[in-house]
DNA sequence: CTGGATCCATGTTGATACTG
DNA sequence: CAGTATCAACATGGATCCAG
């Protein structure tokens, strides 16, 4: 995103136009939210998450993790025991990021109806 | 997203559970968001949002829209005119949805430091 | 148990050219 | 002006195998 000319979203800061974006990539890659949503209650571990978050695969989950660690969003946990356990847990900017995923879950539940009408006719005009 | 065990968010409806995937990835599509950013102070046509939106091409445009119409965030309106003239403009469910992105603008401001601190300190670690 | 590395099919994006 | 059509480059997701 360059050059946008009349900024109001991201007028705030130059920078916080970029991780805009970023942000709704990395919500946007398919399994993020759903490990957000499953982390809400508490630390899980890996194949805890790859089992509430199932169909996902080991990569596509290994991925989501590291993006969200990456951000900041969720923290990663290494007990060095044997078998290895591995927690991850929603950090601060995680629970808050995960409150506005649940703005737009109601949003879909308040204009499901509008959006399948919608969905319906575009698919019958065209 | 088929199969999530223990919804959570998604508990509402079976329905809204796809389709808050499919707004997420309406949102996610790389320049819906900013479309309807711009479409915020009232009606533009086809050509000023590609100027507003700039750099986009006009086939992503074109497919931002017709998706944003789609689930009847934007509306389409032709003027049968000579040259043509198109409006989109935002609907009630476009504007509420836009808000929500506000939302994740506020949160992207807010938790600005924390995630490019954990981005440095990520690559520094790797 | 927790992943990393690889291969492959598919989808998405951008550049370009063309049309009513 | 407002798009559509085509093609090539690239990113993404899934499956599978391997390793600490």
Redesign the pocket.
């Known amino acids: 995103m360059t050059n946008v000319a009349s900024e109001k979203v991201f007028e705030e800061t130059a920078e916080s136009c970029g991780l805009i974006r970023d942000v709704l990539a990395l919500i946007g890659?398919?399994w993020s939210v759903i490990v957000l949503d499953q982390l809400r209650d508490g630390p899980l571990?890996?194949?805890e998450l790859r089992r509430a978050a199932a169909p996902?695969?080991?990569?596509?989950l290994?991925?989501s993790l590291?993006g969200l660690e990456r951000d900041g969003l969720i923290t990663?946990t290494v007990y060095p025991t044997v078998?290895?356990?591995?927690e991850y847990e929603l950090t601060e900017a995680g629970r808050a990021l995960n409150s506005l995923v649940y703005g737009v879950a109601g949003w879909a539940d308040r204009y499901l109806p509008t959006v399948t009408a919608s969905r319906t006719s575009y698919q019958e005009t065209r």
Request: proline content about 11%; glycine content about 6%.
């Open positions: 890659e398919k571990r890996f194949n996902v695969t080991q990569r596509m290994s991925g590291r990663r078998p290895p356990k591995v």
